[in-house]
């Protein structure tokens, strides 16, 4: 299923060259955009499948994420394994409720961070500072696609369902 997932991302060109700045803030001459690719239904059921797959033998109460490319992922997720999920916005809204978190973190429970791609893993490291905070514990955090460019030395419990260098292969 992992090679599908790959050829499916290649087919619709969700590798790209070029000059890019990565969230970052990193250079990179290769960007992926799963952001896109999750608005293939068949992409995105494929990644739940692997992450629920990933996760099968951990215990978690719910998932996390950042917006806006941790949401398809997990919701996907939610629904492929029926556990709830959390949004956390990546600034808070003085508007509404307010607030930086959408749905509730209880004290220990046990949480996984997805992400849509890793690079340094700060941005999934902020979602695990912002679960712990809340008094939840972060047992893992699944990416999409880990770049290997220091997420696993930040994270120790990153689970990438791809690396980058398997997308560069055969190209």
């Not at 046990?110 to 893993?121: C, K, Q, S, Y």
């Not at 500072?129 to 955090?141: D, F, L, N, P, T």
């Amino acid at each position: 299923m992992k090679e599908k997932l790959i050829d499916m991302l290649k087919e619709i060109g969700a590798l790209k060259f070029g000059e890019f700045i990565l969230s970052s803030g990193k250079k990179s001459n290769v960007y992926v955009d799963i952001k896109i690719a999750c608005t293939y239904p068949e992409i995105l059921r494929t990644v739940a499948k692997l992450m629920a797959e990933k996760v099968k033998g951990i215990d978690f109460d719910k998932i996390a994420c950042i917006e806006l490319g941790g949401v398809p992922l997990a919701v996907a997720l939610s629904l492929e394994t029926n556990k709830p999920y959390v949004i956390f916005r990546k600034e808070k809204k003085s508007y509404g409720v307010g607030g930086d978190l959408i749905g509730t973190i209880e004290e220990g429970e046990r949480i996984v961070v997805v992400e849509d791609v890793t690079t340094t893993g700060k941005s999934a490291y902020s979602v695990v500072r912002r679960v712990e905070e809340r008094g939840g514990k972060v047992v893992a955090v699944l990416t999409v696609v880990d770049r290997n460019e220091g997420a696993r030395e930040l994270i120790p419990n990153l689970i990438p369902i791809v690396e980058l260098k398997e997308l560069l292969e055969n190209i």
